[in-house]
């Protein structure tokens, strides 16, 4: 029997969460009865992903969500924090929490997602976790991420506490750290992959094929016989790069002969998609949703002729799979602007900075995309067997 603890956060996106759901989710239909999962969850609820058909779900006390708190990663930064005495007791009270949850689930498997190569809001108190489970519980420690990132004493906290790294990406989606992380980053990842090479994993893309069999039909029904291309526009599921949702609106009332599907994500506040609303109202060849579940993702985007979006783990792993015309939009960060730069080669595609995009720029790269093919590399299918790869390590961790 595994018993598996999965701890993660969601605030205001939905990639870890929907990585850690299709992990669970995996997890449990191979295994069946023979495992246990409980979901630690920190962060804000969702109710997008149903984590509980397949898990005992709870959810941490104190959801705070300060954005760029950590984004320095300056050990001093982290000290004034936690010396804050309300933070003390809110940190004493998680801890308490989760203890008691585990003592009473008795796991032999524990994994952290993101963490130890990268950080949110309450990772800080993830080692303290881990030295309760490592002296007390006894269980083995893997560390489960879409990518690599950087954050404090990444090195210190593998050699200290992990069994072994499932890194959820084809080890050539990895290697961008050598040309966007800063220098102190890139040698600690270079001394971890020198150090603890047997016991890290690339398994490939954590992915589902969740596209629909009626695709051309329900194409057919969007356009309704009076466009020529279908359009699909959407940020992910973060609040992030509004505009390009406004500058795919203002491209529709240029192009009216395309129709543009458009998701502004379900992160999206009251207000803001109110105003979203009011842009698009006359414009006949848009159709603007704030929600589009990950099933119904798939099928749009499966079913589009041009893909406009960011660069987000999931995203660029579904164009990649279906080999789909987009434009990129990344948004600042090092893992999306080097995923954006090596999807290019495998995808028909045009990046665009933020900072660039305007409605002239975008009708002229959709024009370029549907014109004509760029050559590209293959794209490898073993890229996307992350599930049974990770079932495999999972089944030979426990065995250990």
């Known amino acids: 029997m595994i018993k598996l603890v999965f701890y993660f956060s969601h605030y205001n996106t939905l990639g870890h969460s929907t990585r850690v759901f299709s992990l669970v989710k995996g997890l449990k239909e191979y295994f069946g009865k023979n495992i246990k999962i409980l979901v630690l969850q920190s962060g804000k609820k969702q109710n997008i992903l149903p984590f509980g058909r397949y898990a005992k779900v709870d959810i941490m006390p104190y959801a705070i969500d300060k954005k760029g708190l950590f984004i320095e990663q300056k050990e001093s930064i982290y000290n004034k924090f936690i ?228 660069s987000g783990y999931n995203t660029i792993a579904r164009l990649l799979y279906y080999r789909k015309k987009t434009i990129i939009v990344p948004y600042y960060t090092s893992e999306q602007r080097w995923r954006a730069d090596l999807a290019k080669n495998y995808i028909p595609s045009e990046i665009i900075l933020r900072k660039e995009l305007n409605p002239t720029n975008l009708e002229e790269a959709i024009a370029n995309l549907l014109k004509g093919s760029k050559k590209t590399l293959k794209v490898k299918q073993s890229w996307f067997k992350g599930m049974p790869n990770t079932i495999d390590k999972i089944k030979w961790i426990v065995q250990q």
């Not at 359009?231 to 203002?250: E, H, P, Q, Y």
């Not at 129709?259 to 979203?276: C, D, I, M």
């Open 83 to 310: 010396e804050n005495s309300k933070v003390k007791v809110m940190l004493k009270e998680r801890l308490r929490f989760m203890k008691k949850k585990i003592k009473t689930f008795q796991p032999n498997l524990f994994i952290s997602e993101y963490f130890p190569f990268g950080q949110e809001f309450w990772t800080f108190e993830l080692p303290y976790l881990l030295e309760y489970l490592k002296n007390e519980i006894g269980c083995k420690i893997v560390a489960s991420s879409g990518y690599l990132n950087y954050s404090n004493f990444t090195y210190e906290n593998i050699k200290k506490y992990y069994d072994y790294l499932l890194i959820h990406s084809p080890k050539v989606f990895c290697q961008g750290y050598l040309k966007y992380l800063h220098k102190k980053a890139v040698i600690e990842l270079d001394n971890v992959f020198d150090d603890f090479s047997d016991k890290i994993s690339f398994t490939g893309f954590i992915f589902n094929d969740n596209q629909r069999k009626a695709v051309i039909s329900q194409k057919n029904k969007l356009l309704k016989n009076k466009y020529e291309k279908l359009i699909l526009v959407s940020r992910g599921g973060g609040i992030v790069n509004k505009k390009i949702i406004l500058t795919a609106l203002l491209t529709a009332k240029r192009n009216k002969n395309l129709f543009f599907l458009v998701s502004t994500g379900p992160a999206t506040t009251v207000n803001e998609f109110r105003q979203y609303k009011k842009i698009a109202k006359k414009i006949k060849n848009a159709k603007l949703k704030k929600v589009i579940n990950p099933r119904e993702f798939d099928f749009y985007l499966k079913a589009c002729d041009l893909s406009v979006n960011m």
